[in-house]
């Protein structure tokens, strides 16, 4: 007993209970952060596959009999007396019942998208094969059956698949009609706009300076006349195309027996779900995946893609890294190679290190009243005072984003460069000055360069909490729909004044501000998982720049 007693207590002693114990805490940690991105995993992605549409015969709680159509969404057990208090009619000696949450989309018919089933109420549920699904531009999915299609008013005769096949042409007619009607509203006519306003501008300059001569004057005419012209006949292009893509209709009947009719131009896809084969869905699936990176959205968030979202993110954390790496790795170099070590640097690197736990809203505050009202104010003053009282760069935007994560991240690079410089061997250094080199040939030709996978490593903290953080974006720069990328085909092509679309805040506004909150929760999920793997590409690039640092200055260090 004694000897047992002694062993435990040497145990204890020789730390290895502490070692298994932080094992198990990291386990503990791994196994529920895998979790959480699995099941982020299967509730946004699962959104995409091509549910079948069921039709079903419901009696409702007045004893009326009806017919409803549409997805199944989720099924849940509950308490029957929770139903029996909601008025619904159930057995007193059922305990629990199961009910189902069906979207019935057609929104604009009935008013709402989704609906609770109670499973006692059902008595016929079938999935017919030529039922159909619709997403459309407004008012979410329609479901229904194809009943005509009408090219310019006139019937199409044909029924069946030949029906869906000219159903389906008709679409893809439109489809494409659509886009050209994009590509000229949003490139060509954007394009000449961008131009007239800057005409406007460069005149109002002019004016300014007292140097709006007749000859400049003439010449700005001309070259307005010229954009007029183009103007005209873009316009008259869009009539054109407006008039062919509002030519087709289709003719539909919906749950209750009614036939509505529905322009084609208002419809993206249709799909049979129960008549796809399972290669079929897989390619439909797919199909989606590829809408929801490479789209812009649609119906305020809910549906569509969130391409802008994830162009704003990445290229606001790129502007973010080019301007704190330079900053914190400077500030770092003088901290630990040129200052003076004493009380006031000590000071200055624990405020640095408190910095880092400031809270991220007040770096907002800070970055809205000096970025963007002093400095944007005093630039506007200074450089734009043409477009005066509007501002360019008084205003939120993307730079202004990036220089407020950039001071939010700044201690992180600060402190992993101070760690990486400290490891430097005092030798080396004196190596390299007893050959005659400099203390700046010697800093910027040996140390910083052996200190720069510490270096990467600070970039890589700051990149993956600069890209999660929305508070003070919601300041300084990021709005809910952002009409045109802060980088198109319009000199000077990266516009650093332009508000953008951030992956984190549109995770909140469709989450908390979207009217339609179950329609939004699959999209809450998708996106946020597609948050968490542009966080992980941003940090395996930088890790990757850090090994080959490493191992280019490995031999170096030996």
């Given at each position: 007993m004694h000897s047992t007693g002694s062993h435990l207590k040497n145990w204890w002693k020789s730390g290895d209970p502490w070692v298994w114990m932080t094992a198990a805490a990291v386990a503990a940690s791994m196994i529920m952060v895998v979790g959480l991105l699995i099941l982020i995993a299967i509730r946004g992605l699962g959104h995409y596959w091509p549910a079948s549409i069921h039709e079903m015969a419901y009696?409702?709680?007045?004893?009326?009999?009806?017919?409803?159509?549409?997805?199944?969404?989720?099924?849940?057990?509950?308490l029957a007396s929770t139903v029996r208090e909601t008025g619904y009619p159930v057995d007193t000696s059922i305990e629990t019942v199961e009910r189902y949450l069906l979207k019935t989309g057609n929104r604009d018919v009935d008013g709402f998208d989704f609906r609770w089933l109670v499973s006692s109420g059902v008595s016929r549920d079938e999935t017919p094969a030529d039922l159909l699904a619709m997403e459309r531009h407004e008012w979410g999915n329609y479901y229904g059956y194809l009943r005509s299609v009408k090219i310019d008013g006139k019937a199409v005769e044909a029924e069946g698949e030949a029906l869906w096949t000219v159903m389906q042409e008709r679409i893809e007619h439109a489809t494409a009609l659509h886009e050209q009607i994009r590509g000229i509203e949003k490139h060509d006519s954007g394009a000449?706009?961008?131009?007239?306003?800057r005409l406007r501008l460069k005149q109002r300059g002019l004016e300014l300076e007292g140097k709006l001569t007749d000859e400049a004057l003439a010449e700005m005419s001309a070259e307005r006349a010229k954009l007029d012209q183009r103007y005209e006949v873009l316009n008259e292009q869009l009539g054109k195309l407006y008039g062919q893509v509002e030519r087709d209709s289709l003719v539909?009947?919906?749950?209750?027996?009614?036939?509505?009719?529905?322009?084609?131009?208002?419809?993206?896809?249709?799909?049979?779900?129960?008549?796809?084969?399972?290669?079929?869905?897989?390619?439909?699936?797919?199909?989606?995946?590829?809408?929801?990176?490479?789209?812009?959205?649609?119906?305020?968030?809910?549906?569509?893609?969130?391409?802008?979202?994830?162009?704003g993110t990445v290229m606001m954390v790129i502007l973010m890294s080019v301007v704190v790496t330079p900053f914190g790795v400077i500030a770092a170099v003088y901290l630990r190679e040129y200052a003076k070590q004493g009380p006031m640097t000590r000071t200055i690197r624990i405020a640095v290190n408190n910095?880092?736990?400031?809270?991220?809203?007040?770096?907002?505050?800070?970055?809205?009243?000096?970025?963007?009202?002093f400095l944007g104010g005093n630039i506007?003053?200074?450089?734009?005072?043409?477009?005066?009282?509007?501002?360019?760069?008084?205003?939120?935007?993307?730079?202004?984003?990036?220089?407020?994560?950039?001071?939010?991240?700044?201690?992180v690079v600060i402190v992993a460069t101070e760690e990486g410089l400290s490891?430097?061997?005092?030798?080396?250094?004196?190596?390299?000055?007893?050959?005659?080199?400099?203390?700046?040939?010697?800093?910027?030709?040996?140390?910083?360069?052996?200190?720069?996978?510490?270096?990467?490593?600070?970039?890589?903290?700051?990149?993956?909490?600069?890209?999660?953080?929305?508070?003070?974006?919601?300041?300084?720069?990021?709005?809910?729909?952002?009409?045109?990328?802060?980088?198109?085909?319009?000199?000077?092509?990266?516009?650093l004044e332009r508000k953008f679309m951030h992956l984190g805040f549109h995770i909140y506004d469709v989450g908390f501000q979207s009217p339609n909150v179950e329609a939004a929760r699959p999209l809450v999920y998708a996106t946020s998982l597609l948050l968490v793997v542009v966080i992980i590409a941003l940090n395996l690039a930088a890790i990757a720049i850090r090994n080959h640092l490493r191992e280019k200055y490995r031999a170096l260090e030996n």
């Open positions: 009696q409702e709680s007045d004893g009326k009999q009806v017919r409803v159509i549409g997805e199944v969404v989720e099924i849940e057990s509950v000449i706009n961008y131009a007239l306003e539909l009947e919906e749950r209750g027996g009614q036939q509505i009719e529905m322009k084609v131009s208002t419809v993206v896809r249709a799909y049979r779900p129960n008549a796809m084969s399972l290669l079929q869905k897989i390619g439909f699936y797919f199909t989606k995946l590829w809408e929801f990176v490479s789209d812009e959205p649609r119906e305020a968030n809910t549906e569509g893609g969130i391409f802008p979202a994830i162009f910095l880092a736990g400031v809270p991220s809203i007040v770096y907002g505050v800070f970055g809205l009243g000096f970025f963007v009202y506007d003053d200074l450089f734009f005072p043409e477009a005066q009282p509007a501002p360019t760069f008084g205003t939120p935007g993307i730079f202004w984003a990036a220089l407020t994560l950039a001071i939010l991240t700044l201690p490891r430097i061997p005092r030798s080396i250094r004196e190596g390299s000055l007893a050959l005659g080199a400099t203390k700046a040939e010697t800093l910027w030709r040996t140390v910083l360069p052996m200190a720069s996978p510490a270096m990467m490593t600070g970039l890589i903290l700051a990149v993956a909490r600069a890209a999660g953080e929305v508070a003070p974006l919601m300041l300084v720069g990021v709005v809910k729909l952002a009409p045109t990328l802060p980088l198109d085909g319009n000199f000077p092509f990266l516009h």
